[in-house]
């Protein structure tokens, strides 16, 4: 049998689309490493760890990585240093930035480390804009203006490459919009960040705000002006308001290893670059993503939920015998590709993992047999599959493989029946 994709999958997410992911090409910007670690559950990985995160970001094709804060302290400034210096002696393909508040000593430090390395950081000078925020802090738009003034001019006089970011952007009046981002641009920023800081956004808020920013205030400036979405997930909404900008037409999107971050954290980087992959919008091999999520993971001392999307430990174990049943059959046809999606909708070869099928109460004696083969097991012995499928029926959750391994042993040790 000759496979056709197209033919065994109708694909209802490609019918009326409006957007062509296949010619999508937006850029990613990986915030694990800063606005990942303001997360209060997590750990600041060692330095080392943190090197080898960038190095698998360059293999996930990952285009920029926000490195730090060095204003925050001693560790930050030196951390900072060192992920830059990273950068440069091994040539990552990197693009770094590193977060500023609007202050001078916020921004001095950054320029430090780019003369002492050589390397030009975009500076990612940040200030609240939502009305909220102004009236709890007695802010006036005036004053806002001052600080960014001050903090973009220094930093373009000092040759750096400046991101101006407004935080609490989706929920920010659209005159101060105009005010804060049309003079950041015009003291010389070439890159602005919308920012959903508290996880407000809608999709349909965020197509709104994005037009509104590209349209009244981006082309009117007539700047080469790139535009960057940074979003959360405390309504559950990150990765659904990360695919509405790009939809909407922003440069780059900003992410964290397993979603890290303030509250209930950030967009997935590593989700992100799953779909991205599925409809064509990646063209990076993604096989090292497992070992950057658990890297992340561990460094940063945040366990994989086994639930969590592709990467927990359930995404890819089945031990119910119908489904069990359907990726045995399709494997005998001698088909890996039908195999890896009978019964998932993402194909765990293309991220460096597999298919698992495991006994459990819910099992059929299908599950038992194979299980059986792939340990070297005979399971052609009928007596040993129903021992095993039997104690299984006993049980109310999957059997380790330990426990198994028992069983079979308890079989074979019984007397020979006459």
Same mark, same amino acid.
């Given at each position: =049998?000759?496979?056709?994709?197209?033919?065994?999958?109708?694909?209802?997410? *490609?019918?009326?689309?409006?957007?062509?992911?296949?010619?999508?090409?937006?850029?990613?910007?990986?915030?694990?490493?800063?606005?990942?670690?303001?997360?209060?559950?997590?750990?600041?990985?060692? /330095?080392? &760890?943190?090197?080898?995160?960038?190095?698998? =970001?360059?293999?996930?094709?990952?285009?920029?990585?926000?490195?730090? $804060?060095?204003?925050?302290?001693?560790?930050?400034? #030196?951390?900072?240093?060192?992920?830059?210096?990273?950068?440069?002696?091994?040539?990552?393909?990197?693009?770094?930035?590193?977060?500023?508040?609007?202050?001078?000593?916020?921004?001095?430090?950054?320029?430090?480390?780019?003369?002492?390395?050589?390397?030009?950081?975009?500076?990612? +000078?940040? /200030?609240? %804009? %939502?009305?909220?925020?102004?009236?709890?802090?007695?802010?006036? $738009?005036?004053?806002?203006?001052?600080?960014?003034?001050?903090?973009? +001019?220094?930093?373009?006089?000092?040759?750096?490459?400046? =991101?101006?970011?407004?935080?609490?952007? +989706?929920?920010?009046?659209?005159?101060?919009?105009?005010?804060?981002?049309?003079?950041?641009?015009?003291?010389?920023?070439?890159?602005?960040?919308?920012?959903?800081?508290?996880?407000? !956004?809608?999709?349909?808020?965020?197509?709104?705000?994005?037009?509104?920013?590209?349209?009244?205030?981006?082309?009117?400036?007539?700047?080469?002006?790139?535009?960057?979405?940074?979003?959360?997930?405390?309504?559950? $909404?990150?990765?659904?308001?990360?695919? !509405?900008?790009?939809?909407?037409?922003?440069?780059?999107?900003?992410?964290?290893?397993?979603? /890290?971050?303030?509250?209930?954290?950030?967009?997935? =980087?590593?989700?992100?670059?799953?779909?991205?992959?599925?409809?064509?919008?990646?063209?990076?091999?993604?096989?090292?993503?497992?070992? @950057?999520?658990?890297?992340? *993971?561990?460094?940063?001392?945040?366990?994989?939920?086994?639930?969590?999307?592709?990467?927990?430990?359930?995404?890819?174990? +089945?031990?119910?015998?119908?489904?069990?049943?359907?990726?045995?059959?399709?494997?005998?046809?001698?088909?890996?590709?039908?195999? &890896?999606? /009978? @019964?998932?909708?993402?194909?765990?070869?293309?991220?460096?993992?597999?298919?698992?099928?495991?006994?459990?109460?819910?099992?059929?004696?299908?599950?038992?047999? @194979?299980?059986?083969?792939?340990?070297?097991?005979?399971? %052609?012995?009928?007596?040993?599959?129903?021992?095993?499928?039997?104690? #299984?029926?006993?049980?109310?959750?999957?059997?380790?493989?330990?426990?198994?391994?028992? $069983?079979?042993?308890? @079989?074979?040790?019984?007397? #020979?029946?006459?």
């Amino acid at each position: =049998m000759t496979m056709d994709e197209r033919e065994l999958i109708h694909d209802w997410n *490609s019918i009326d689309a409006a957007f062509d992911w296949r010619a999508c090409r937006v850029e990613l910007d990986d915030e694990t490493l800063r606005d990942g670690l303001q997360c209060p559950s997590v750990t600041d990985p060692s /330095i080392d &760890d943190k090197r080898a995160l960038l190095r698998l =970001m360059v293999e996930l094709g990952i285009d920029a990585v926000d490195i730090g $804060l060095p204003g925050a302290g001693p560790r930050a400034r #030196a951390d900072t240093l060192a992920l830059a210096r990273e950068i440069v002696d091994a040539r990552l393909p990197l693009s770094p930035n590193c977060a500023a508040r609007t202050v001078l000593s916020d921004v001095e430090p950054v320029v430090e480390i780019a003369h002492a390395t050589g390397l030009a950081i975009e500076t990612a +000078t940040f /200030i609240g %804009s %939502s009305p909220i925020r102004q009236y709890a802090e007695d802010w006036t $738009l005036d004053r806002l203006l001052r600080a960014s003034a001050e903090a973009v +001019t220094f930093a373009v006089r000092e040759g750096m490459p400046v =991101m101006f970011v407004t935080k609490d952007t +989706t929920r920010a009046a659209p005159d101060t919009l105009k005010a804060l981002y049309g003079n950041a641009v015009r003291w010389g920023a070439r890159r602005l960040c919308l920012a959903d800081t508290v996880g407000h !956004a809608t999709p349909d808020g965020v197509r709104a705000l994005v037009r509104f920013v590209r349209d009244e205030i981006i082309a009117p400036s007539g700047e080469a002006v790139k535009l960057d979405w940074h979003g959360h997930r405390d309504r559950g $909404l990150g990765l659904a308001n990360c695919f !509405a900008a790009i939809e909407a037409g922003v440069d780059r999107v900003h992410g964290t290893a397993l979603g /890290i971050g303030e509250r209930v954290g950030n967009t997935e =980087m590593d989700l992100l670059l799953i779909n991205l992959r599925l409809l064509g919008a990646h063209p990076h091999e993604l096989s090292r993503l497992p070992e @950057y999520s658990r890297l992340a *993971s561990r460094a940063c001392g945040v366990p994989i939920p086994p639930s969590y999307p592709v990467l927990g430990d359930d995404a890819f174990r +089945t031990g119910t015998g119908v489904h069990a049943a359907a990726i045995i059959k399709a494997r005998r046809k001698g088909h890996a590709w039908l195999a &890896d999606r /009978i @019964y998932s909708g993402v194909p765990a070869g293309d991220f460096g993992l597999a298919q698992r099928i495991e006994i459990s109460h819910v099992s059929g004696l299908s599950n038992v047999k @194979y299980w059986l083969e792939e340990h070297g097991h005979d399971a %052609s012995d009928a007596g040993l599959c129903q021992h095993v499928f039997e104690a #299984a029926k006993r049980v109310s959750r999957v059997l380790s493989d330990v426990e198994i391994e028992t $069983l079979v042993s308890a @079989y074979r040790s019984q007397p #020979a029946r006459a």
